[in-house]
């Protein structure tokens, strides 16, 4: 039979109130749930803070920790403000450690007429040397040696198991060799102030040669031991490995090798 229009209405009306009753049947149930969950949670964060505040008075009562938050605060404020001096006081020592030497490097080799040799590299004249030796080799002999052509100076030290972290730079006794002919021994000096003295005196120079008073550094030398000679120039510096090292003198015309040359050398 066909049906009627009053039957198609009521069918659709019986489903609307079936579908709006099933819709407020599942938000009241979400409201339940939704209440529960936040009851769930709350409870939980009730028992984490419980079990915190225990935690924290067992530890204060086995003197683990502060007894208050206020003294632990300020302690580690304490602590941060030491470790910031500390790291300040670090840096400055750092930065007046001149010790570092890069690829370029000024020489300077100086000695009075009748004494030694000394050879001292410095990153920048301003600046203690890097590397200061004196050689056995009289000042005389080494202009001999200059004037007649090409100086090739090897240093050579021994390697010793129990100074295995000293730097090729800080030994502080070398063989010395100069054009293949051993020259006797070369000691690592401190800069004194003699030494920082002459340093100061060539300052203004970058590259060449010449002569200083031998009573220049004031301390009451009669100048027995003749004049000051000294030769100051660029070098470039050349790292093999740890244990050797080269100091090429680099000529400003670019022209021909270097007329110096200093080899470091660990064995």
């Known amino acids: 039979m066909a049906k009627t229009p009053h039957d198609t209405s009521f069918s659709f009306s019986r489903r609307f109130l079936n579908w709006k009753k099933k819709v407020e049947e599942d938000e009241d149930d979400m409201e339940e749930i939704l209440t529960n969950s936040n009851t769930i949670s709350q409870r939980f964060s009730e028992e984490d803070k419980e079990e915190e505040d225990l935690q924290i008075s067992m530890s204060t009562e086995m003197g683990l920790v502060p007894r208050s938050r206020k003294k632990k605060s300020s302690s580690m404020l304490a602590v941060s403000k030491l470790r910031s001096a500390a790291l300040i006081v670090f840096g400055k020592n750092k930065s007046t450690n001149h010790s570092h030497l890069g690829s370029r490097v000024i020489g300077t080799l100086f000695g009075y007429r ?4 000394h050879i001292a590299f410095q990153e920048d004249s301003k600046v203690s040397p890097g590397f200061l030796i004196e050689l056995a080799t009289p ?20 390697k010793k198991i129990e100074k295995k972290g000293v730097r090729l730079l800080e030994e502080g006794m070398w063989r010395t060799y100069c054009n ?11 800069c004194g102030a003699e030494e920082w003295n002459i340093l100061k005196a060539v300052e203004p120079i970058s590259m060449g040669a010449g002569v200083l008073p031998g009573n220049y550094n004031n301390n009451g030398c009669d100048g027995s031991e003749g004049e000051l000679m000294y030769m100051r120039a660029r070098f470039e510096r050349v790292v093999g490995s740890k244990d050797s090292e080269a100091f090429y003198m680099m000529n400003p015309d670019c022209s021909g090798g270097p007329e110096l040359s200093v080899y470091l050398l660990r064995v």
């Open 139 to 158: 000042t005389s002999v080494l202009v001999r040696e200059m004037a007649s052509g090409l100086v090739r100076i090897a240093l050579e030290c021994d």
């Open 114 to 117: 009748r004494g030694h040799v």
């Open 180 to 190: 293949g002919k051993k020259c006797g021994f070369a000691m690592k000096r401190e």
